[in-house]
T-cell receptor, first 114, second 113 residues
Framework: EPEVTQTPSHQVTQMGQEVILRCVPI?????FYWYRQILGQKVEFLVS????????KSEIFDDQFSVERPDGSNFTLKIRSTKLEDSAMYFC????????????FGPGTRLTVL | GENVEQHPSTLSVQEGDSAVIKCTYS??????FPWYKQELGKRPQLIID?????GEKKDQRIAVTLNKTAKHFSLHITETQPEDSAVYFC????????????FGTGTRLQVFP
């Protein structure tokens, strides 16, 4: 069964550094998402992406965040200048076409900002 | 505002008993309600979902019920097994023109053998 994949599984960075989290959605999916989960808390929506543009973003997704689909398979989340409070598990998700609601989650990237 | 409330935060049951987790949502236009199971350090995995035009859905030991009038939905697990132990999250899409998922705060279910 096809799965969403993410790399790296764990990223440690210094405060102020840029990080890029990578995701490979399921190949025929059209809708892409990033969520984050601070340790012990609920999953929070960051951004959705369709047709090469952002569909919706949350208040968390400020100017320090950006997303890109640089080619036909990857979907990336960039944090330009990381803060301590960016430490969390970041999940990528993807969904099929319009009539299909289910979002499939990747295994996550644990980001630790020191 | 955008909110999904979930109760209880923890639930302990004996193997073989039933477990019920409840969620309420704020927007009457919400139309999709998935339930995710998350084991420690793993990704959320969809276990069952329901759309707003259906009142109940069942898949083996798992069922979800939806009360649109009261704006709440519940997960029912029967004949619980130790491997059902995990954190369960409800979620909802809060209106017709968005597909972002708003998650509840999670329920840690422990099934004791």
């Amino acid at each position: 069964e096809p799965e969403v994949t993410q790399t790296p599984s764990h990223q440690v960075t210094q405060m102020g550094q840029e990080v890029i989290l990578r995701c490979v959605p399921i190949s025929n999916h059209l809708y892409f998402y990033w969520y984050r989960q601070i340790l012990g808390q609920k999953v929070e929506f960051l951004v959705s992406f369709y047709n090469n543009e952002i569909s919706e973003k949350s208040e968390i997704f400020d100017d320090q965040f950006s997303v890109e689909r640089p080619d036909g398979s990857n979907f990336t989340l960039k944090i330009r200048s990381t803060k301590l409070e960016d430490s969390a598990m970041y999940f990528c998700a993807s969904r099929g076409d319009r009539g299909y609601n289910e979002q499939f989650f990747g295994p996550g990237t644990r980001l630790t900002v020191l | 505002g955008e909110n999904v409330e979930q109760h209880p935060s923890t639930l302990s049951v004996q193997e073989g008993d039933s477990a019920v987790i409840k969620c309420t949502y704020s927007d009457s236009a919400s139309n999709y309600f998935p339930w995710y199971k998350q084991e420690l350090g793993k990704r959320p995995q969809l276990i069952i979902d329901i759309r707003s035009n259906v009142g109940e859905k069942k898949d083996q030991r798992i069922a979800v019920t939806l009360n649109k009038t009261a704006k709440h939905f519940s997960l029912h697990i029967t004949e619980t097994q130790p491997e059902d132990s995990a954190v369960y999250f409800c979620a909802a899409t809060l209106s017709y023109n968005t597909d972002k998922l708003i998650f509840g705060t999670g329920t840690r279910l422990q099934v004791f053998p």
